[in-house]
Nanobody
Framework: QVQLAESGGGSVQPGGSLRLSCAAS????????MGWFRQAPGKEREAVAA????????YYVNSVKGRFTLSRDNGKNTLYLQMNTLKPEDTAMYYC????????????????????WGQGTQVTVSS
């Protein structure tokens, strides 16, 4: 099983930037499907960005396209989420997930069904 630890959250003004990190241990080397999710108070957890490295398939929720970028440092087994031009509606607890999936579609399905999460990192965007 992969253990995950998110970090990098904080409080920023609208228009600011943050880079979230997700440090993985355990069997992280075997994962090829990874993503970032967020959950705001009173709302359901939603997928923000995901990638299946085996196929190169990527997903970004419409509200973050052009502003957020997901990347991975394989040498460090760390997943990143670069968040630019932050908006108040980006305020949420952010979580990462790393899995193994046979293809991009299975990756998205598996991430949605995932129920193993780290402690998350809080992002607050406010003036």
């Amino acid at each position: 099983q992969v253990q995950l630890a998110e970090s990098g959250g904080g409080s920023v003004q609208p228009g600011g930037s943050l880079r979230l990190s997700c440090a993985a241990s355990g069997y992280a080397d075997l994962t090829n499907c990874m993503g970032w999710f967020r959950q705001a108070p009173g709302k359901e957890r939603e997928a923000v960005a995901a990638i299946h490295t085996g196929t190169g398939g990527t997903y970004y929720v419409n509200s973050v396209k052009g502003r957020f970028t997901l990347s991975r440092d394989n040498g460090k087994n760390t997943l990143y989420l670069q968040m630019n031009t932050l908006k108040p509606e980006d305020t949420a607890m952010y979580y990462c997930a790393m899995l193994q999936a046979t293809n991009y579609v299975r990756c998205l399905v598996s991430l949605k069904q995932n129920n193993v999460w780290g402690q998350g990192t809080q992002v607050t965007v406010s003036s």
